[in-house]
């Protein structure tokens, strides 16, 4: 895939991009998140913000590892550091979140929420690693390129007929990650 392939109005990435726009945007300006652009940014807040993180890659990872597919993309190792900070108070409250995740074009969507969202972890790690230096080593991993290269290829090669399955995926955990995030409001 060409740089240009991305930036093509028929690209997945762009038809996934343009349906999750709002979505994505809306979780910039959410009470919780938000706040890990704030100068006073607190500890409990930013273990709230991985607790986040932590829910939504939780269930996508498990999910694929379930079905012993791309290896590639793991998240594994992500979890592992991840489950360090995150605060999990309460967590059990939250509904079920695997059966967000149906098909492998679903799983696909997600797959591109998570690893896309390590695009703006490193901007966020420069920021907060100010504040919590060894708190943001652990919640902002960076991206994986090779990752990203892989699972870009797999959304660009999915067949029509599924691709709105994975705009589904994505659009899915964006609103997983804002239930999660509201959870965590209230508990902060």
């Given at each position: 895939?060409?740089?240009?392939?991305?930036?093509?109005?028929?690209?997945?990435?762009?038809?996934?991009?343009?349906?999750?726009?709002?979505?994505?945007?809306?979780?910039?300006?959410?009470?919780?998140?938000?706040?890990?652009?704030?100068?006073?940014?607190?500890?409990?807040?930013?273990?709230?913000?991985?607790?986040?993180?932590?829910?939504?890659?939780?269930?996508?990872?498990?999910?694929?590892?379930?079905?012993?597919?791309?290896?590639?993309?793991?998240?594994?190792?992500?979890?592992?550091?991840l489950?360090?900070?995150?605060?999990?108070?309460?967590?059990?409250?939250?509904?079920?979140g695997?059966?967000?995740?149906?098909?492998?074009?679903?799983?696909?969507?997600?797959?591109?929420?998570?690893?896309?969202?390590?695009?703006?972890?490193?901007?966020?790690?420069?920021?907060?690693?100010?504040?919590?230096?060894?708190?943001?080593?652990?919640?902002?991993?960076?991206?994986?390129?090779?990752a990203?290269k892989?699972?870009?290829?797999?959304?660009?090669?999915?067949?029509?007929?599924?691709?709105?399955?994975?705009?589904?995926?994505?659009?899915?955990?964006?609103?997983?990650?804002?239930?999660?995030?509201?959870?965590?409001?209230?508990?902060?």
């Open positions: 895939m060409t740089s240009s392939g991305a930036r093509s109005n028929n690209s997945v990435r762009h038809r996934l991009r343009a349906a999750t726009e709002d979505l994505h945007q809306g979780l910039h300006r959410h009470p919780l998140l938000s706040r890990l652009l704030a100068a006073d940014l607190t500890i409990d807040e930013l273990r709230a913000c991985a607790a986040v993180s932590f829910a939504a890659i939780e269930i996508v990872e498990a999910e694929r590892a379930r079905r012993a597919i791309w290896p590639e993309l793991s998240l594994a190792d992500r979890l592992s550091v489950r360090m900070e995150s605060d999990r108070r309460n967590e059990a409250s939250l509904a079920d695997g059966a967000l995740i149906e098909g492998e074009p679903e799983l696909l969507g997600a797959l591109y929420v998570v690893h896309g969202s390590a695009i703006g972890g490193g901007i966020l790690f420069k920021r907060v690693g100010k504040l919590f230096p060894e708190v943001a080593r652990s919640v902002f991993q960076p991206q994986d390129p090779a990203w892989y699972l870009c290829t797999l959304i660009e090669s999915l067949p029509e007929a599924v691709v709105e399955r994975c705009v589904r995926g994505a659009t899915t955990l964006f609103n997983y990650y804002r239930k999660v995030a509201d959870f965590h409001t209230e508990h902060v």
